[in-house]
């Protein structure tokens, strides 16, 4: 895609740029949810708290004022100068089973509103449906969007071509692939709501893990996720775009988000942000408040609470610490945990998209076994020839010697002390079995490799338990 560039990544994470119609979006990013009819908050409002486009339904506007819309351009309609995506009508087909309007006719209506991204008409298929319904509803999808870049192909909007696939993995695969040959702009990932809603993250993953093995590159869109405590991990995983209806759906059940989850306003006796207002409000207060004005007020912290989460992404990437920030907010629910340790199962895919080198490695706990960088390292010590007949490890960097044994890396060559990972490697003192395991598989598998070579290893206590079965030329010494 010509109007797509991938300005700086970590994990499987970008910082991205893509150019539209009516300006550039840097992702990842939300955007908005705008009802054309009854904005809670407007478009423009949108941008002080950071919004650089936002997203409406063509359906709505179709319905109601579809003639008006025509003649002034759904800019004029929502009165904003952002780049502008259009949905179809797939989230009315979701929930009614139809809707009064054919694909061709809804894309066309998108062209002629001069949406920046159109969405045809996709059928959105729910978690655990039958193989028979998904793959019959993904063949009317992939029809659909054959259709609609026909008709996008002379415009200069951008089309984004949905997949869908329920939580079938192979069928999620086959619509990326599909849909990669029709060729999109922008990928969205449908229908998943409802694994968000009842908290299953680990399919979730999933998904999006099997849509980014197909989608190498281009933008991938999450479709309905709109809570900050998610956006950490799917960047990671490689979604540049969100939508966000959920400002406004929790603020109306007086609902506050925070990046660990969602709080009940009758639940505060204290507001955990500063945001200007929760800088100006005490919860008591804003319980008192008129319902109208309570929802706005829970509405605008919650999207001051998502765009800052974004930020925060964003920074981490530049600072190739997403890993470190992922793993500090997996923590906020056991789901969200089993979600990102389905990293284990995709570890070479996730390893393309891993920069090789990087300023630190920040040991959070057990998850940070599971990152590329330690499988990079495994690989790299088997890759070094020594000229000495005997080496010595020891586990005491006060002792002279030719390697240096490390909790999560194994032995990590003197030379390479000062560089990353192993060497640039923050790791307490203490740490769980498992990191001690994964050095210890690592040291077996050097020695096993260097069986010409005679090896004193110098240890503490903590690490004999899982030294016991080395090979005869590995001679093993614990230090007092």
């Known amino acids: 895609m010509q109007k797509f560039e991938i300005v700086d990544k970590d994990a499987m994470g970008r910082i991205c740029r893509i150019e539209t119609p009516h300006g550039r979006i840097e992702t990842p990013t939300i955007l908005p949810v705008i009802n054309p009819n009854i904005p809670f908050i407007s478009p423009n409002e949108m941008r002080k708290f950071g919004a650089e486009a936002v997203i409406t339904n063509s359906y709505i506007i179709y319905r109601t004022m579809r003639e008006k819309a025509i003649e002034e351009g759904v800019h004029s309609i929502l009165n904003t100068d952002m780049p502008v995506m259009t949905d179809s009508g797939s989230y009315q087909l979701m929930v009614y089973g139809d809707v009064e309007i054919t694909n061709a006719e809804i894309v066309e209506f998108q062209k002629a509103i001069e949406s920046d991204i159109i969405v045809p008409l996709d059928i959105p298929t729910p978690p655990d449906a039958e193989y028979s319904t998904a793959l019959n509803d993904l063949e009317i999808t992939l029809e659909r969007e054959r259709e609609a870049k026909r008709l996008v192909s002379e415009s200069n ?78 960047v990671a995983l490689g979604c540049d775009l969100f939508d966000s209806a ?70 981490a990437i530049k600072e190739n610490s997403l890993f470190e920030l992922v793993e500090k907010r997996v923590r906020a629910h056991p789901n969200l945990l089993a979600g990102w340790r389905l990293i284990r199962e995709y570890a070479e895919l996730i390893e393309r998209s891993d920069p090789k080198i990087k300023r630190k490695f920040l040991y959070t706990g057990l998850d940070s076994i599971y990152r590329p960088a330690v499988k990079r390292h495994g690989r790299a010590l088997l890759n070094i020839k020594w000229d000495k007949e005997e080496l010595v490890i020891s586990t005491d960097f006060g002792m002279l010697a030719d390697l240096y044994l490390r909790p999560v890396f194994g032995p990590v060559p003197a030379e390479m002390l000062e560089t990353y990972p192993a060497g640039h490697a923050e790791i307490p003192d203490e740490v769980e079995r498992e990191a001690i395991e994964s050095a210890a598989e690592n040291l077996l598998n050097f020695l096993k490799n260097n069986p010409d070579k005679k090896f004193r290893i110098y240890v503490s206590e903590v690490w004999v338990d899982h030294l016991k079965n080395l090979p005869p030329n590995g001679e093993l010494n614990v230090l007092s």
């Open 246 to 315: 959920a400002y406004a759906l929790y603020a109306k059940d007086d609902r506050y988000l925070t990046v660990y989850g969602t709080k009940k306003l009758s639940e505060l006796n204290y507001f955990p942000c500063k945001c200007p207002v929760c800088s100006s409000y005490s919860p008591e207060e804003v319980r008192r408040m008129e319902k109208v004005e309570r929802e706005k007020l829970i509405a605008q912290h919650n999207l001051y609470v998502s765009f800052q989460e974004i930020e925060t992404v964003k920074q």
């Open 157 to 234: 909007s951008l089309l984004a071509l949905p997949i869908q696939g329920s939580t079938h993995p192979d069928l999620r695969r086959i619509s990326a692939s599909e849909a990669k040959k029709i060729g999109g702009d922008i990928y969205p990932i449908g229908a998943v709501v409802p694994l968000m809603d009842t908290y299953r993250f680990k399919d979730l993953a999933r998904v999006i893990l099997e849509v980014r093995s197909v989608v190498g590159v281009e933008p991938i869109h999450l479709f309905g996720c709109g809570h900050p405590m998610l956006f950490a991990m799917a």
